[in-house]
């Protein structure tokens, strides 16, 4: 059973209680921490160095070493005499709000940019006990506290240092390790499900997007051979285009770092991260002083493609743009598609017809949509204007019905994270006592 007696108030309303049987003590008394480097050495050919870690380098707790740069075996000496990574060590993010801790589970030599590395490997602290305390919201809350509960842009090494943890008896950290693995297996398991779920709806939201814009709606209309041995049959009176014959690509606008402003006096600039679930957003942005063509103000009715990214995923997504749109502009690593039939052609760059020409544009060194690439895709396409309208109007209503299952299993993943989030902080504070019947 759960037990929250014996517990004894911390003095920080932001704590809560703790438990009287646990010690107060800062981190770096127990264990070792050290930083990577903070500046970029040259890379050169993975065969001749290093690994050279970055928080963009590890994805679910795992370091990829398929997305690594390398480094000279000099520059490795030099960081690793300072920070040399250990199977069974550290290492966390120190570049923007706290990142997810992550445990060393290779015996790889490489070297660290940017991340913290505690050294658990010579310490008596089991790793993953001292992972789930870096992951609990006491943590957190130490470093908005030391910038004053705003946003963290960068972690100091004297920082990491002073943070205060509660430490219990060592059998009591084995229980709770084992109870914490278990539960956060147990709801990661479930979260995997629900994503696996999610995936599946967009893989068939994606069938269906792809069956009107290349069949139409009538089911009972004569067919043609259109030619195209990926594309298939088409409705008879539609025919074989590319892009470029309906519409314009435009690239987006080239700015300095100087011309941002701190304020809203500027151009608003939408750019990747203002593209969410289809749909502008603006939770991110940024605006420039620099004076804008009217070719590169958005218009209603314009197409919002992500073009450039350094992530291969986030390549082609894109929105359609209304009037709460008009008169920005958007950045250099973005494209518009500006065409007199701006829904059909939304539809279209969210169908399979158009994932399945991203082999053009995405290989192993490139990932990049440029102009010419989209510009000569290949589509099948009706000019009747009435027909265009039914097939929009028709996948709106269906796809929103997708789309509300979607936003309530993301809910649930939400959901699901901040309890994860909750019960680390509670019992590696105390406030939930673990006992071995708990296990």
């Known amino acids: ?188 398991s479930l979260i995997e499900k629900i994503k696996n779920k999610i995936e599946l709806l967009n893989e068939q939201k994606t069938a269906l997007i792809n069956q009107y814009v290349t069949k139409g709606l009538d089911q009972n209309v004569e067919m043609k051979d259109s030619g195209v041995e990926w594309i298939g049959e088409i409705p008879k009176h539609w025919f074989i285009s590319r892009i470029k014959f309906n519409g314009e690509v435009i690239v987006g606008l080239s700015f300095d770092k100087e011309d941002v402003l701190e304020g809203e006096d500027g151009t608003l600039v939408l750019r990747s991260s203002n593209v969410q679930d289809g749909k502008v957003s603006f939770q991110d942005n940024i605006w420039v002083k620099t004076e804008v063509p009217e070719k590169l103000k958005i218009k209603k009715g314009d197409i919002l493609i992500c073009s450039r990214n350094g992530s291969r995923k986030l390549i082609g997504k894109n929105c359609l743009l209304g009037s709460e749109s008009e008169g920005m502009t958007w950045g250099v690593f973005m494209t518009v598609l500006r065409t007199s039939s701006p829904n059909f052609f939304y539809w279209m760059l969210n169908s399979q017809l158009f994932k399945s020409q991203s082999g053009i544009y995405l290989t192993s060194t490139i990932n990049q949509l440029t102009v010419s690439t989209l510009e000569n895709m290949i589509i099948p396409f009706t000019s009747d204007l009435k027909e265009q309208n039914e097939i929009n109007e028709f996948l709106k209503k269906e796809t929103e019905k997708t789309d509300q299952v979607l936003r309530m299993e993301e809910k649930r993943i939400n959901l699901l994270k901040e309890y994860r989030q909750s019960l680390i902080s509670s019992v590696v504070t105390g406030k939930i006592r673990i006992t071995e019947d708990m296990i």
């Open 1 to 188: 059973m759960i037990s929250f007696k014996n517990n004894k108030e911390s003095n920080k309303d932001w704590i809560g209680d703790i438990s009287e049987r646990w010690k107060k003590i800062k981190i770096s008394y127990l264990i070792d921490i050290r930083d990577g480097t903070h500046d970029t050495p040259s890379y050169i050919d993975s065969n001749d160095g290093y690994p050279l870690v970055t928080q963009k380098d590890i994805d679910g707790n795992i370091i990829d070493f398929s997305k690594t740069k390398y480094i000279s075996p000099d520059d490795h000496l030099l960081i690793s005499k300072r920070s040399k990574v250990t199977k069974g060590d550290i290492i966390m993010s120190m570049i923007g709000s706290i990142g997810t801790p992550t445990i060393v589970d290779t015996t790889k030599e490489f070297s660290i940019k940017n991340l913290a590395l505690f050294k658990t490997s010579n310490s008596e602290f089991n790793s993953e006990f001292i992972k789930f305390v870096l992951e609990s919201d006491y943590i957190k809350i130490q470093f908005d506290l030391e910038k004053g509960g705003g946003v963290q842009k960068f972690i100091s090494l004297e920082t990491l240092r002073n943070l205060k943890i509660f430490i219990p008896e060592i059998n009591e950290r084995k229980i709770i390790t084992q109870y914490l693995n278990k539960k956060t297996k147990q709801i990661d």
